[in-house]
């Protein structure tokens, strides 16, 4: 019933932004803190970053903090990420995914979306 649905993936150069969106249907968007994560070929899923439900809470990895930005619309029961200074090592799917709060988004984020390409040429 739950459905997370990313868009606005695709292919920048070095040193561009982009930001990703995930739409939300199928729960009570504002209930639900929202996160950020991706893959890269080769590495496991990493967490990005992630938004409580009211929007008053963020949280990011060490590597992505200060580039990457988190904020949600909840009267759009949409979460964006904002990708700033990217760099061929930000290239990998990223996908968005809820769950009740901040840590069990991190511990085992029930909903995952389908995930959107980012490439990152140099």
């Known amino acids: 019933q739950v459905q997370l649905v990313e868009s606005g993936g695709g292919l920048v150069q070095a040193g561009d932004s982009l930001t990703l969106s995930c739409a939300a249907t199928?729960?009570?968007?504002?209930?639900?803190?929202m996160g950020w994560f991706r893959q890269a070929p080769g590495k496991r899923r990493e967490f990005v970053g992630a938004?409580?439900?009211?929007?008053?809470?963020?949280e990011y990895a060490p590597s992505m903090k200060g580039r990457f930005t988190i904020s949600r619309d909840n009267a759009k029961n949409t979460v964006y990420l904002q990708m700033n200074s990217l760099n061929a090592e930000d290239t990998a799917v990223y996908y968005c995914?809820?769950?009740?709060?901040?840590?069990?988004?991190?511990?085992?984020?029930?909903?995952w979306g389908q995930g959107t390409q980012v490439t990152v040429s140099s």
């Open positions: 199928g729960l009570t968007f504002e209930n639900y803190a």
């Open positions: 995914a809820a769950d009740r709060n901040l840590a069990l988004v991190r511990y085992r984020s029930t909903n």
């Open positions: 938004i409580s439900g009211g929007g008053g809470v963020t």
